[in-house]
T-cell receptor, first 115, second 110 residues
């Protein structure tokens, strides 16, 4: 069974559209994240959810909204897509990141291309 | 904001030893992690250091010096398959998220 699964793997869409990326983890972790990885491979934290509560939002435009129906799911909804949103988006989960030997598990990534 | 510094690129030949350094900010430090990412793949966990010293896992070792706010990943007996990006990471000050360095691209040639 895949620990962290996200869909779709590829997403091509036009500017101005609204799209969602789904993420599910079966590890029983308390914390889930969304990261954006640009062409320079920089992994930028977008959101962190701990027990369904939004903990962090690092200067992300409000066109991006995380939605967590339960502890095992953290979906990402993007409104009014822009060319600059093209990137690979990774979902991840972990236990408390302050704990010893905390390991973050990543989904396969969603390559978003806005045309 | 919180930041981790690591070299952008490293090159080496098969069988060699490579050290990838990482310096971090000390406020609210919990420990340093390392991740590997192959092109087109997802980051995968390699190691974690909370205390000073060396942690060894097969060909890979990770070192931490809290007094120097510094750590490194040591890769021995390099193989072509080790060509990848390597990221150091730490929890943010609030302990609510993992923050990654900008990554080091390792190229191993024959």
């Amino acid at each position: 069974d895949t620990a962290v699964s996200q869909t779709p793997k590829y997403l091509v869409t036009q500017m101005g559209n609204d799209k969602s990326i789904k993420c599910e983890q079966n590890l029983g972790h308390d914390t889930m994240y969304w990261y954006k990885q640009d062409s320079k491979k920089f992994l930028k934290i977008m959101f962190s959810y701990n027990n369904k509560e939004l903990i962090i939002n690092e200067t992300v435009p409000n066109r991006f909204s995380p939605k967590s129906p339960d502890k095992a799911h953290l979906n990402l909804h993007i409104n009014s897509l822009e060319l600059g949103d093209s990137a690979v988006y990774f979902c991840a989960s972990s236990q408390d990141p302050r704990r010893t030997n905390t390991e973050a598990f990543f989904g396969q990534g969603t390559r978003l291309t806005v045309v | 904001g919180q930041s981790l510094e690591q070299p952008s690129e490293v090159t080496a030949v098969e069988g060699a030893i490579v050290q990838i350094n990482c310096t971090y900010q000390t406020s609210g430090f919990y420990g340093l992690s390392w991740y590997q990412q192959h092109d087109g793949g997802a980051p995968t966990f390699l190691s974690y250091n909370a205390l000073d010293g060396l942690e060894e896992t097969g060909r890979f070792s990770s070192f931490l010096s809290r007094s120097d706010s510094y750590g490194y990943l040591l890769l021995q007996e390099l193989q072509m398959k080790d060509s990848a990006s390597y990221f150091c990471a730490e929890a943010n000050q609030a302990g609510t998220a993992l923050i990654f360095g900008k990554g080091t691209t390792l190229s191993v040639s024959s």
